[in-house]
DNA sequence: ATTGCCCAAATGTTGAACATATGTCAGCGT
DNA sequence: ACGCTGACATATGTTCAACATTTGGGCAAT
């Protein structure tokens, strides 16, 4: 028998290289890509799957296509960011991109602390069993930082954490607003490989006071509680809650 | 010369018709939709085309291709009800189809307040400014209601309304979020044609407290004037704020 | 200098052929 | 009678080649 483990170890992705070509700033809006025959010969396949995967950057509002003429990339503001590839590939990619992050974290301290407070009110107890289970995660990883799976776990907890916190909502659109939160939290992997200005212990407290919060359905407590761990994170990503600090300046009595 | 006018009319879109079917409840979850080859006789087109349409249906979630077998129309829950191009599709025809409107609707209860007090706190003069033309635009084609024509540039000014409040907040994921409240406004419109449960007058009003409370940046005011107009447009779906009703209960003080 | 025409280049569309995955069912053996 | 196996039909996935259309710019005539 032939080799038939490599028959499909998939063909090289064009808009997986292409995306992070444009998310790393490589390719800036205005600039365009190469063009199909290009990237045909570049990663030695047909031009029906390089249509294919430009227009999947297209259908999330990322490129442009302009007949005769090439494909171009579009304003940040027309990107598709509420797309789930979109913050898949801004998660891997976007790091480098301080200003893409920052609307992220922006809108998380907007949102997350009213998400709090909506899941401190509707939460079940299957609820607080996912986001118990991700608090422990949490904690279970957090010593013995030094290593680099080690610190990929605690995220991946971490982004569970939050994410059942929206999904104890019990409302889809909250639910799938969910993936917008996983990019600012694996930069914070990223980056506290070089800067170590958060207690990994401290912010593990919050977490805990924010899930006790929610178990005791106490949503003004919650919703201060989550305002607490955004801080948190914007100081640990050195995002002093830009000019927009909503969560901070709520007053909720 | 040859009659070029109809040159491009555009090929018969078949994500247009497949998306009318599904979002009309015509096709259900679970269900398979025709086979590539049928589609390709039934709208008169080639095979590429069709397999490009398709894979619109499956980069947004709404159906699963299962190689050898057929496509498939997914679960509510797994659509990409976050995507512009979904959105848009619901506000055509989803107008039949209660269970998609009452999600979005209570998302709208637990979002527009929040956008409306963020909004209340960072609205610049030109954002006022936008809200106030909209708001006008809908005092405008109030009365003699009658007409179809009327009562769409109303909801096209409510959604302009809306919109305005939601760019008001400054920030580019709440500014994308905006398109999630077409649908119902729309609805509200095709509805309206049968059962008259809502005063318009009243309807304008509220929405007029709500934009002088931004005005004044009143966060507290605006969230409970935000309230009162969702609490209208409830009543008037017909659609009692359901179970899962957060903006009605919240207690900011 | 402006206008109009024509051409090159890039994207858009089409059709066919081949490859792979999936479900069905007859045939065989236990 | 039950279950496994392999061939077959069907539907989706991939590739290739050719043609159509759109765009931008150069060139020439006015």
């Known amino acids: 028998m032939k080799a038939k483990q490599r028959k499909s170890p998939l063909r090289p992705s064009v808009a997986e290289a292409l995306a992070e070509s444009i998310f ?13 025959l290009a990237l045909c010969e570049q990663f030695a396949i047909n031009r ?29 503001a027309d990107w598709n960011i509420l ?16 200003k893409v992050q920052r609307e992220i974290l922006t809108f998380r301290l907007d949102v997350e602390p009213y998400v709090a407070m909506t899941a401190a009110k509707r ?22 930082a030094d290593s680099g799976e080690e610190r990929r776990l605690h995220s991946d907890y971490d982004v569970a954490f939050h994410e059942a916190i929206f999904k104890a909502t019990h409302n889809i659109v909250w639910a799938q607003l ?37 178990r005791a359905r106490q949503p003004r407590e919650a919703f201060r509680a989550a305002q607490a761990v955004l801080a948190g994170t914007a100081k640990a990503l050195g995002l002093e809650a830009p000019e ?7 007053e909720l009595d």
């Open 24 to 36: 790393s700033g490589h390719y800036q809006p205005g600039d365009f890509v190469p063009k199909e």
């Open 48 to 76: 029906s799957a390089v249509r294919s995967d430009l227009r999947q950057l297209v259908d999330v509002g990322i490129i442009e296509r302009i007949s005769g003429h090439g494909s171009k990339v579009r304003e940040y």
């Open 83 to 98: 797309d789930p590839q979109v913050t898949a590939w801004m998660t891997r990619y976007a790091a480098p991109n301080p």
């Open 123 to 144: 939460a079940t107890a299957r609820d607080l069993v996912a986001i118990e289970e991700a608090y422990e995660g949490m904690g279970q990883y957090l010593h013995n």
């Open 178 to 214: 969910s993936h917008i939160l996983r990019p600012s939290i694996y930069l914070l992997v990223s980056m506290s490989n070089v800067s170590e200005t958060d207690d990994p212990a401290e912010s593990l407290e919050r977490h805990r006071r924010l899930m006790e919060c929610i």
């Open 244 to 250: 927009t600090s909503l969560g901070r300046s709520v």
